[in-house]
């Protein structure tokens, strides 16, 4: 008797508990890297935050929201957006956009602007559709794609190494329009632009976006347009809105991310702003999944905002003064990796920079045949031996193309000071203990 209930429960439990669209997808990068930092690491310049406290403006807009009057302010609010927040976003758009803007229906707030990418996955895209990502990629597109039922198609950057000694700019890493070109196809939904880019930092010019656009138009295809690290940009260079190109607000979604623009990652707000006819369908996604996001965050991040709408292009803006110090940081940091032969990217955008790890790569034996990529294994070492966290460049790439790119790892520099000199030591250090070893 006792055996039968046991076998009549035995079988039960070998059905499979997971759902088809999770194959495949279980493993990320991030959970593993920032377990190993937490565990090892003495500095950490892997995961993309900052370490210098978000601006006093948007902290004391929190304290307000948080022990003002205004009680309600710890209650549910509008599913799509907290009125204020949605309101300046609206003006603050309108102005980047130059057209007018309703806040109800072309914006969106999101828990992130990860919450702000799986909307636009889950809403726009179809079994057997076919998404175009561009190589290297911020990790998370390609499972979200497959666990929409579509299927990513990778398109790579290619590197032009500069000829003349230079270092490389990650202006050196272009698509080819062929190549491009013949991605598209009537399988084609959507393409991922991700300008700045992370991880390279590339800034992609208006002669780029007008090839994109131009394919997306001709071939009725949407442009899913991740814009977090749009105030961070060096040398004087633009951020260009793929939106505002012709014929591509009709079929763009433009995301943005609180965390990125006002270096509070933590707080997990995000947004998304497009036509209406996009929108709708994002909006179904979020009301039956996670409904909507703290409003004492969006409170003050609705803040925030009409702060720099009065402040904006005037030098007091934090979009002004945070690429300014930020730059300063970037420049400081590519000539101290350069001074240790690990040759920097230098990038055009965002708070990432990409540096060659070969002078190093001799204290971190090769496995031959191994399934790791070799930078990944570097990074893990580093962080375990050295105490020095960074990202193998590997991570950004497809699993097809993952054995293409192993030369290089990812450094963040929205760190303070102080944090990137003890960075700067611990290469140091390395260095010379391999010259007179
Ligand atoms: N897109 C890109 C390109 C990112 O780098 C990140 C965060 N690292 C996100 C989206 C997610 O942003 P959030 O923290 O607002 O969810």
């Not at 996604?285 to 609705?302: D, G, K, L, R």
Request: glycine share 6%; charged share 20%.
């Amino acid at each position: 008797q006792t055996q039968f209930i046991f076998h009549s429960l035995q079988a039960k439990m070998s059905r499979p508990v997971q759902a088809r669209r999770l194959e495949g997808i279980d493993k990320n990068i991030w959970v593993e890297f920032v377990k190993l930092a937490a565990t090892y690491s003495k500095v950490n310049l892997g995961q993309g935050f900052p370490d210098f406290p978000a601006p006093d403006f948007l902290r004391e807009a929190l304290a307000r929201a948080l022990s003002g009057g205004n009680h309600m302010l710890h209650q549910y609010t509008r599913a799509f957006g907290h009125p204020p927040l949605v309101k300046v976003l609206a003006q603050f758009f309108e102005k980047l956009l130059g057209r007018d803007l309703d806040p109800m229906t072309n914006v969106m707030v999101t828990v992130g602007a990860y919450q702000a990418l799986f909307c636009c996955f889950q809403a726009l895209v179809d079994e057997g559709d076919e998404v175009i990502i561009i190589e290297p990629f911020f990790d998370c597109y390609e499972p979200m794609v497959k666990m929409a039922g579509g299927t990513p198609v990778f398109v790579p950057l290619r590197l032009n190494p500069p000829k003349d000694g230079k270092l490389m700019s990650s202006a050196d890493w272009q698509l080819d329009p062929a190549e491009l070109a013949s991605k598209f196809s009537e399988r084609t939904k959507a393409i991922v632009l991700n300008s700045p880019n992370n991880p390279l930092g590339k800034v992609f010019s208006r002669g780029e976006l007008g090839l994109i656009a131009e394919l997306c138009v001709k071939h009725d295809v949407l442009c899913i347009s991740d814009e977090v690290y749009e105030w961070l940009v060096y040398d004087g260079k633009q951020h260009i809105r793929i939106a505002s190109l012709p014929g591509m607000w009709e079929r763009t979604v433009i995301i943005g991310s609180a965390g990125k623009t006002f270096s509070a990652t933590g707080w997990k707000v995000g947004w998304v702003v497009g036509p209406d006819r996009l929108l709708q369908h994002l909006r179904t996604v979020h009301q039956n999944s996670v409904y909507h996001c703290a409003t004492i965050a969006q409170e003050a991040v609705a803040q925030g905002f009409q702060r720099e709408l009065m402040l904006y292009g005037k030098p007091e803006s934090y979009f002004v003064q945070l690429p300014k110090e930020l730059q300063q940081k970037r420049d400081w940091l590519v000539q101290s990796l350069d001074g240790v032969g690990m040759k920097p990217i230098i990038p055009e955008g965002t708070y990432f920079l990409v540096a060659d790890i070969s002078p190093f790569k001799s204290d971190v034996p090769d496995v031959p045949n191994s399934d790791e990529p070799y930078d990944s294994r570097f990074a893990k070492w580093m962080v375990k031996n050295k105490g020095l966290a960074a990202i193998p460049l590997s991570a950004f790439y497809s699993e097809a193309h993952k054995n293409n790119y192993t030369n290089f790892i990812r450094f963040c520099f929205a760190k303070e000071e102080a944090t990137l000199k003890a960075a700067s030591d611990i290469l140091q250090k390395w260095k010379q203990e391999k010259t007179s070893s």
